[in-house]
C-alpha cells in the first residue's frame, strides 16, 4: 500500500485552509445540485446479476477481463471485481486493491462484526 | 466532459488530482473523470453504477456483504435511497472517491499519467509555482502528455509577438495578428470540441419548413461555452440491441426561456423519433470566422485595391497629411423616420461625412444606433454605390438594419446561411427572405422548385442545379439593388459579396471586436470609414489567455486613439436616472455626459420600494458573507448575496413591478448560476414570476437595459482580491444598465482596496445610500474601508 498522505507534507497551513474549504465548499455544491433530483423518480437498477455472484464463466454474459483465478489475497491486495454498466448491459472488471484501504478494511471490519454476533 | 480517450481525460484526472497533491487550490475544471487505458479499470469514464452521475466529489465505492463486488454510487440521491436498503449492498462502508484531499490512489495507481510521486519528484512538486500550474494546465489544453518538463522546452512557454502601434507594412501586420488568431482557434476548437454530452433526452417536432427538429436540454454549466443559434451540433444516437446507431448534423434554431436547444437536422430520413433517451451531442467546430480573418490580412497584404492608399497607411499607423472630403453636406443631419438629432448627434453626423476616417464614441444610451443610422442614409444619399454596415453581433447588425430601413432605404440584411431558420426581427429585410417573396413572374420558375424542395426534402439532380443557379442569380439581384447592405462583420466575408465594392463602411460595437474581424468588411475597396463604439465599455472576449496578454483583446478602435485620432464623443444620454449617471459621468467620461431625461421622466411613480434616500432609486447594499468556489471550480459563487438579491426582486415584484422590468446581472457565471436556481427554489411569489426574471452576467448584458438592476458583486475574501471588478470598464457596464433605479450588493471591506470601487463606495456613502440590515429596515452603514491600493491610471 502506498500512502500518499503521509508523504505530501509541509504544505502551508494557509494554503491547507484555503484548500479545505475550497474543497468544502465544492462538495457541499455538488450535493445541493443534486437534492433536489426527487428520490421517488429514481429507479433502482442495482441488482447484482446471478452470474456474478455464481462466479459464472459463460464470456456472453458478462465480460471478465480474464483472470479465471479469484484469489482473494495476493501481495497484499484484494482482487474485487468492480460491476459496471456499458450500455445496458452489465459487465465487470476485476482489479486488484490494496489490503490496507479504507474499502477493504471496513469491509472486514464489517464482517468480523457481523461473525461475532 | 469529453468523451472519447483522446488524453483530454487524462488532462483531467491530471488537474484533478494535481491539484490535489500541490493542496493549493481546487482546480477541477472538470467534475467528470475518464481513466486511463493503463489505469486497472482500462479506459472508463466513472460513474454511478445507479443513476450514471459523473460527479466524481459525489462518487464512492460500496461493496456487496458478501462478496468481493463493489460498485460505484453516488452520495446524491442513490446512497439515500431507502429501498437500496434492503439489498444486498453494504451502504453503510461508502468509501468516497476523494478521500483525504487525495484521489483514491489504488484506482488510478499504474496508470503511465499518475505515478504516486516519488521522495524526490514531490520535492520539486513543492517547488511548482501557482503561474507554473497555470501553464501546465494551459498547455493540456492543446497536449493532454504535457509535463512540468515541457514548460522548459524551447518555443512552448514563448509569448507570441504581441501588438504594437505602428506597423511597417500590412505583412508585418499579418506576421503579428495572424499568429495570435491561430492561438485562439486552436482553444476555441478546443474548447468546444470537448462540450460533448451523453444521456440526453431528447423530444421530437416538425418545422415548418418540414425539416425535423430535436429538443432537449444542454446543462449550462458554469463554463464558458453558451451556445448561439446558428451553431452546429452533432445529434448521436449511440445503439443498442433494437437500434443501429444514428447520428446528425444539424443547426440550433432556437433556445427556449427553460434553456431547451432547438436543433434543426440535416438528415430528413431515418431519423430514430421512436426514441426518446440516450442520445449524446457533440459541438461542432467552424473554422470559418478564424479563416475569413486570416483572408482579410492576406487581401490587405497583397491586394492594393483593397483599400484607399490613405487608409491603408492611417491603419498602419503612418502619417498622412491631413484629408478632407469635398461632398456637399446636407441641409439637415437628420434623416426621414429617425427621432430628431441633438446637438452632439447633428455635430458628429456632419463631422463624419467630410473625414476619411473617423471614430464616434457612444457611451451608454447616447443614441449611437440613432447617429449611426443618420450617418448611413447621408452616404446613400451621396451616389458613391452602396453603403456597407456591419457590427461584431447579430444583434446589433438587426438593430441598425431596422433603423436605416426605417428612413426609406432600401436595405438587406445578410444572414449566415447557418442562421437563415434562425428567427429575426428583420426578417423581411433578410436576403433569403426576400429571395422567396420576390414576387416577379421572372421568379416563377425558382419558386416553383422551391416549393418542390420543400414538399420532398430534394430535388433530382438536374433540378438541384437548376435551382441553385436561378437562387444565385436572383441573391446577387437583391443584393445589387440595395443601398445598404447590413451583416455582422464576420459575414461580410461570405462568398455571395465576392465580387461586390464597398467604398464606404460603418461598423457598429466595433470597439468589440477585434482587429482582423474588423478588417474583414474593410477590404472590400473601403474609402471611408466609420468606427463606432465606447473604448471605456468592454473590449472583444478573447478565450486564449496566451492571445489576449499579447494584446488580441484591443480594438482597432482603441489602437486609433492610442495613435491620436479623437473620437467624435456622442454627449446626451437618455437611459439613466440623472442620479445613476452622475458616478459613470464624472468617472469614465470626464464629466461630459450630460442628461436627457428629467428626474421626472425616471420617477418610479406608484413603485413602492424602501430606497433608503427618497427621489435617489439607487443604494450600495452591504454585504459580509463569504464567497466560495463554484461547483465547476471556475467560478464563484456568494450564497448571502443570492439570499438577497431574491429579497429585492421579490420587494420589487410585491411593489408592483413587473419582470421583465427587473435584471439581476453579476460578473461570475458561478452566482448567476447559483441566482437562476436560489430563486426558483426559495422565491416565496410564483415560481413563474422568477423564472422570467433576467439573470445574466454583466458582459452579456452589454448594449442592454432595464428599468432595474441588481448588481451582484460576488468577491469576498481576505486576501484573494476582486479578480473581474478589477476592469473599469466592466464596472462602467454594470453601472450604466439601469433606467430607473440600482441596488448594488458587495463587500465594501474588500472591494474598497481598489480606488476605483473606493470612490463609488465614498460617492454612494456621501449620498446616504451606503446600507445595511433588513430590507424593510435599512440603516446607513459604518462600515470602514480599507485605503486603495495602487492610484488607477
Ligand atoms: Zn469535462
Ligand atoms: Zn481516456
Ligand atoms: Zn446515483
Redesign the interface.
Known amino acids: 500500500g502506498v500512502e500518499i498522505r503521509q508523504k505530501v507534507v509541509q504544505i502551508d497551513p494557509k494554503e491547507q485552509e484555503d484548500f479545505d474549504r475550497e474543497l468544502k465548499a465544492l462538495l457541499q455544491e455538488s450535493l445541493e445540485s443534486r437534492k433536489s433530483e426527487a428520490r421517488s423518480r429514481l429507479t433502482l437498477n442495482m441488482m447484482v446479476p446471478m452470474n456474478v455472484l455464481e462466479g459464472s464463466k459463460d464470456p456472453r454474459a458478462i465480460e471478465s477481463e480474464s483472470g479465471e483465478e479469484t484469489v482473494d489475497e495476493e501481495g497484499g491486495n484484494v482482487r474485487v471485481k468492480v460491476l459496471m454498466k456499458k450500455g445496458h448491459k452489465q459487465q465487470t472488471k476485476q482489479m486488484l486493491i490494496p489490503a490496507d484501504s479504507s474499502l477493504v478494511q471496513s469491509t472486514k471490519q464489517q464482517e468480523a462484526a457481523e461473525l461475532e454476533e | 466532459g469529453r468523451r472519447a480517450c483522446g488524453g483530454g481525460c487524462r488532462a483531467q484526472l491530471r488537474g484533478v488530482s494535481w491539484s490535489w ?1 500541490r ?4 482546480r ?1 475544471k472538470h ?1 467528470e473523470v475518464c481513466l486511463h487505458k493503463d489505469s ?3 479506459e ?1 469514464i466513472l460513474e454511478c ?3 450514471g ?1 459523473r ?1 466524481v ?2 462518487l464512492g ?1 460500496i ?2 456483504k ?7 454510487l ?5 446512497l ?5 436498503k434492503d ?4 451502504l ?2 461508502w ?1 468516497p472517491l476523494i ?4 484521489f ?4 488510478v ?1 499504474a496508470s503511465s499519467f499518475y505515478q ?2 516519488s ?1 524526490q519528484e ?1 520535492l520539486r512538486a ?1 517547488q511548482i509555482s501557482a503561474q507554473q500550474i497555470n501553464k501546465v494546465e494551459e498547455l493540456w489544453k492543446t497536449n493532454p502528455d504535457a509535463a512540468l518538463e515541457d514548460l522548459e522546452k524551447p518555443g512552448v512557454d514563448d509569448e507570441p509577438q504581441p501588438v504594437v502601434l505602428k506597423y511597417e507594412d500590412a505583412y508585418q501586420y499579418q506576421n503579428v495578428f495572424a499568429p495570435l488568431i491561430k492561438l485562439e482557434a486552436d482553444y476555441d476548437k478546443m474548447m468546444k470540441e470537448s462540450q460533448s454530452k451523453d444521456n440526453v433526452t431528447v423530444r421530437w417536432d416538425i418545422g415548418l419548413n418540414k425539416k425535423r427538429v430535436a429538443y432537449f436540454v444542454f446543462p449550462k454549466e458554469d463554463n464558458e461555452l453558451r451556445l448561439v443559434p446558428g451553431d452546429e451540433l452533432r445529434l448521436r444516437y ?1 445503439g ?1 440491441s433494437a437500434h443501429p446507431t444514428w447520428q446528425s448534423v444539424g443547426h440550433v434554431i432556437k433556445l427556449t426561456a427553460q434553456e431547451e436547444v432547438a436543433l434543426e437536422l440535416r438528415a430528413s430520413q431515418g431519423v430514430p423519433t421512436e426514441l426518446n433517451v440516450g442520445f449524446s451531442v457533440d459541438f461542432v467546430w467552424k473554422s470559418t470566422s478564424f479563416d475569413r480573418m486570416q483572408g482579410a490580412m492576406k487581401t490587405f497584404a497583397v491586394d492594393e485595391t483593397s483599400v484607399s492608399g490613405y487608409i491603408y497607411h492611417h491603419l498602419l499607423g503612418h502619417e498622412v497629411e491631413h484629408q478632407i472630403i469635398r461632398n456637399t453636406l446636407p441641409r439637415r443631419f437628420g434623416a426621414p423616420g429617425l427621432p430628431e438629432l441633438n446637438a452632439s448627434q447633428v455635430l458628429a453626423v456632419k463631422s463624419v461625412l467630410q473625414k476619411p476616417v473617423s471614430l464616434i464614441q457612444g457611451p451608454p444610451g447616447t443614441g449611437k444606433t440613432v447617429t449611426s443610422a443618420a450617418i448611413v442614409y447621408h452616404m446613400a444619399k451621396q451616389g458613391q454605390g452602396q453603403v456597407l454596415v456591419c457590427a461584431p453581433s447579430n444583434v446589433a447588425v438587426d438593430q441598425l438594419a431596422e433603423k436605416i430601413s426605417s428612413t426609406g432605404l432600401k436595405v438587406v440584411r445578410l444572414c449566415a446561411k447557418s442562421r437563415e431558420a434562425v428567427s429575426s426581427p428583420v426578417e423581411h429585410l433578410t436576403l433569403h427572405y426576400q429571395v422567396r417573396h420576390l414576387d416577379t413572374s421572372d421568379k416563377s420558375e425558382l419558386h416553383k422548385l422551391q416549393q418542390l424542395k420543400d414538399e420532398q426534402g430534394e430535388l433530382s439532380s438536374s433540378d438541384e442545379k437548376k435551382y441553385k443557379a436561378l437562387k444565385r442569380a436572383t441573391e446577387r439581384e437583391i443584393l445589387q439593388s440595395a443601398d445598404v447592405i447590413c451583416c455582422t462583420c464576420v459575414g461580410a466575408g461570405d462568398p455571395r459579396l465576392s465580387n461586390f465594392r464597398f467604398r464606404q463602411v460603418l461598423i457598429d460595437e466595433s470597439t468589440q471586436s477585434t482587429e482582423p474581424e474588423c478588417l474583414i468588411p474593410l477590404v472590400l475597396g473601403v474609402k471611408q470609414v466609420v468606427l463606432v463604439g465606447d473604448h471605456c465599455q468592454l473590449g472583444p472576449v478573447i478565450m486564449c489567455k496566451k492571445a489576449a496578454r499579447a494584446g488580441l483583446a484591443q480594438s482597432l478602435f482603441e489602437r486609433l486613439v492610442i495613435l491620436g485620432v479623437k473620437p467624435f464623443r456622442l454627449q446626451v444620454q437618455y437611459r439613466m436616472h440623472p442620479c445613476l449617471s452622475e458616478f459613470p459621468s464624472n468617472c469614465f467620461y470626464e464629466g461630459t455626459l450630460q442628461n436627457g431625461v428629467t428626474v421626472n421622466e425616471r420617477q418610479s411613480s406608484g413603485i413602492d420600494f424602501p430606497w433608503p434616500v427618497p427621489n435617489r432609486p439607487m443604494f450600495f447594499y452591504v454585504q459580509m458573507g463569504q464567497e ?4 465547476s ?1 471556475t467560478s464563484y ?1 456568494n450564497r448571502t448575496e443570492a439570499a438577497n438579491v431574491e429579497k429585492i426582486v421579490t420587494t420589487f415584484l410585491r411593489s408592483g413591478v413587473v419582470p421583465s422590468q427587473i435584471g439581476v446581472i453579476t460578473p461570475y457565471e458561478g452566482q448567476r448560476a447559483y441566482i437562476v436556481n436560489y430563486m426558483s ?1 426559495n422565491g416565496s411569489l410564483r415560481q413563474q414570476l422568477y423564472k422570467e426574471i433576467e439573470v445574466a452576467s454583466v458582459d452579456s448584458f452589454q448594449g442592454r437595459e432595464k428599468d432595474y438592476i441588481i448588481l451582484s458583486c460576488v468577491r469576498s475574501n481576505e486576501h484573494q482580491g476582486i479578480g473581474f471588478l478589477n476592469d473599469p470598464r466592466r464596472l462602467n457596464v454594470a453601472l450604466t444598465r439601469a433606467r430607473y433605479g440600482i441596488v448594488i450588493l458587495g463587500n465594501p471591506k474588500v472591494l474598497s482596496k481598489q480606488p476605483l470601487w473606493n470612490s463609488l463606495l465614498t460617492h454612494y456613502k456621501e449620498h446616504e445610500c451606503l446600507v445595511e440590515g433588513p430590507l424593510n429596515n435599512l440603516k446607513q452603514s459604518m462600515v470602514q474601508f480599507q485605503k486603495p491600493k495602487k492610484i488607477y491610471n
Open positions: 497533491h493542496g493549493g487550490r481546487v477541477a467534475k486497472p479499470l482500462g472508463t453504477y445507479n443513476c452521475c460527479n466529489f459525489l465505492f461493496s456487496a458478501s462478496e468481493n463486488v463493489v460498485v460505484l453516488c452520495r446524491e440521491p442513490c439515500n435511497v431507502n429501498a437500496l439489498m444486498n449492498w453494504d453503510s462502508q468509501c478521500d483525504d484531499r487525495c483514491l490512489s489504488w484506482l495507481k504516486i510521486p521522495e514531490q513543492r449511440p443498442d466560495e468556489i463554484s461547483a471550480g459563487l427554489r
